[in-house]
C-alpha cells in the first residue's frame, strides 16, 4: 500500500481516521508487510502482499477472486494492446480519464485492476477496493504505479473518510451484491460535496435466458471447474454464432459471451475475453437486474443532482450537491446501510 493513502483510512470499530501504518517489510514506496492500527480503539488490520486486509474471509465473492486470479491479464489495456477498457470506462461513466487527473478517485470492487490502470496512467490518486482475493491480481497489476493503492474490504462497510473522494465509480459491481440499491447509498457517503458518482449495473433482460438458471447450480463449484465445463463445450457455440440469422438463437442453451464483431481484439484474445465472461456469467452468487428509470430513481432518493443516464442503459453518473444538502445525504446513506 500506499503509506500516504492512511490519511483515508478510518477504524471500522469506532470510526476513528486517520489509521497508523507500521511497515515491517517496504519498498521505497510501498508497505508490503505490516499493520494498520487505530490509536483510539487499538484495533488493528493486517497488511499481507501490499495490500490492507479489512476483509477475512471472501464469503459471497469467493468466485470472482478465483476468476480475476485465472484471468488476471486478460483485459488490461496493456495486455490486449487496445484501448477496449479505456473506452468502456469512458463510455459507462461519460468521463474522460485526463479530466480525473490529480483527483482523488475510488473504485468499488476493481476486480483485476482494468480500469485502475487506465486512471493510473492518467495521473489520478486511485484507491481501488474489493471484497475478492481479486486484489491480489490488482496489486500485481497496478504496483508500478505510487499513485496506488488497492485494499480488501466490503463496500457496504468501507475502511474510508466519508465525504472524501472527488470521483468515486462502480462498474458492474453493485448487482452483485446482496442489495443493489443499499450498496449504491453506501457508497455513495465518500463522494464529497460538489464530487461525482458513475456506476453501471445490469439491466433486465425482457427474455429468461438459460444462463441464469445454470447460474444456480454452478455458482456452487469453482471457477476453474466451470471454465473447465465452459472450455468443453465453448466450439459448438463458437461455431453455431457464425451461421448468420439463427446461429445466435441454436447457441441459447450453450452459452457463451461472444465479442466478435463488437470489440477489436486478436483472435487469441477474442476466445480469452469469451471464456471469461462466460464464466463471469455463470458463476456470481448474487445477479439483480434493473431498469434505468430505477436506477435514476435512487440517486434522486440520495439528493444528487445534474443525473444523466448514459447511452449503456442502467449506466449513470451524478453530482453530489455542495455543502447544506450534504449532510442529508450521510444521514439517509447510513439510515439505508443500517
Ligand atoms: C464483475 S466483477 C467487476 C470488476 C471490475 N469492476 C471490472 O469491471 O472489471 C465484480 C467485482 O465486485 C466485487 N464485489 C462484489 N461484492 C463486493 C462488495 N460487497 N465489496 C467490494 N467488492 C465487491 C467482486 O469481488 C468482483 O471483483
Known sequence: ??????????????????????????????VMEGWIHCLACQSKWPVIAGVPRFVAHPDYTRSFGEEWNLFSKTQLDSYTGTTVSRDRFREVTQTDPSELEGKHVLECGCGMGRFIEVLAESGSEVIGIDYSTAVDAA?????????VTIIQAD???????PDCFDFVYSIGVLHHTPDTRKALHAIAAHVKPGGQLAVWVYRKYRLFRPYR????????LSAETVLKMVKFYHPIPWFLRRIPIVGK????????????????LRSEHQREWSYLDTVDALTPWFEWRHVPDEVKRWFEELGYERIVLGGTPCSVIAKRPKAARAETIRETASVCVA
Open 1 to 30: 500500500m500506499n503509506p500516504g493513502c492512511a490519511n483515508f483510512l478510518r477504524c471500522l470499530r469506532c470510526g476513528h481516521s486517520p489509521l497508523e501504518v507500521s511497515a515491517r517489510v517496504q519498498t521505497s514506496t510501498r
Open 139 to 147: 496489486f500485481r497489476n497496478t504496483q508500478q504505479y505510487p499513485n
Open 155 to 161: 463496500l457496504y462497510n468501507l475502511p474510508l473518510r
Open 213 to 220: 438458471l445454470y447460474r444456480y447450480f454452478l455458482r456452487r
Open 249 to 264: 438463437s441454436l447457441s441459447v442453451f450453450l452459452p457463451i459471451v461472444d465479442y466478435r464483431g463488437v470489440l477489436p
